[in-house]
């Protein structure tokens, strides 16, 4: 390969793996978005199930103290669906809590392959062994 097409080579490749860095640090502001999203969504499932749990207390109170038998009953049943409701909340706020986590890994691996790409864009190319890798024949 002459020199010219060497130095071209080189700043085609330098090019792609800036663009890659770029990407990867693309992705990772993404996925910190997607994080933040999740642990929003997490906070406000805690907050509705701690809702749920006075509804359910408050219909306690009113299937004990209410006035009718309907009344009564219509407060226990509610209370019963309240409660149940609090304990999804709860499972859904685990899960995007969860899922937050996962998306800020996602990110920092991103940033990490970005720092990388970057690297590689701006040392000169590792050069391969003389002899083809195993599995290639020689010419």
Same mark, same amino acid.
């Given at each position: 390969?002459?020199?010219?097409?060497?130095?071209?080579? %080189?700043?085609?490749?330098? /090019?792609?793996?800036?663009?890659?860095?770029?990407?990867?640090?693309?992705?990772?502001?993404?996925?910190?978005?997607?994080?933040?999203?999740?642990? $929003?969504?997490?906070?406000?499932? +805690? #907050?509705?199930?701690?809702?749920?749990?006075? +509804?359910?207390?408050?219909?306690?109170?009113?299937?004990?103290?209410?006035?009718?038998?309907?009344?009564?009953? @219509?407060? @226990? /049943?509610?209370?019963? #669906? $309240?409660?149940? /409701?609090?304990? %999804?909340?709860? #499972?859904?706020?685990? %899960?995007?809590?969860?899922?937050?986590? #996962?998306?800020?890994?996602?990110?920092?691996?991103?940033?990490?392959?970005?720092? +990388?790409? @970057?690297?590689?864009?701006?040392?000169?190319?590792?050069?391969?062994?003389?002899?083809?890798?195993?599995?290639?024949?020689?010419?």
């Amino acid at each position: 390969m002459t020199s010219q097409r060497k130095a071209e080579a %080189l700043d085609s490749r330098t /090019h792609a793996l800036e663009v890659r860095a770029e990407a990867r640090r693309l992705e990772s502001l993404a996925a910190r978005a997607q994080a933040e999203a999740y642990d $929003a969504l997490s906070r406000a499932c +805690v #907050r509705r199930a701690q809702a749920l749990k006075a +509804v359910f207390l408050a219909d306690q109170s009113v299937a004990r103290l209410g006035g009718s038998e309907y009344e009564r009953s @219509w407060a @226990w /049943h509610d209370g019963q #669906r $309240a409660e149940t /409701h609090a304990e %999804l909340m709860e #499972r859904e706020a685990s %899960l995007h809590a969860t899922q937050a986590r #996962r998306a800020e890994a996602e990110a920092g691996r991103a940033e990490a392959e970005a720092q +990388v790409s @970057w690297q590689k864009a701006h040392l000169p190319p590792i050069e391969g062994p003389a002899t083809p890798p195993p599995g290639e024949e020689g010419a």
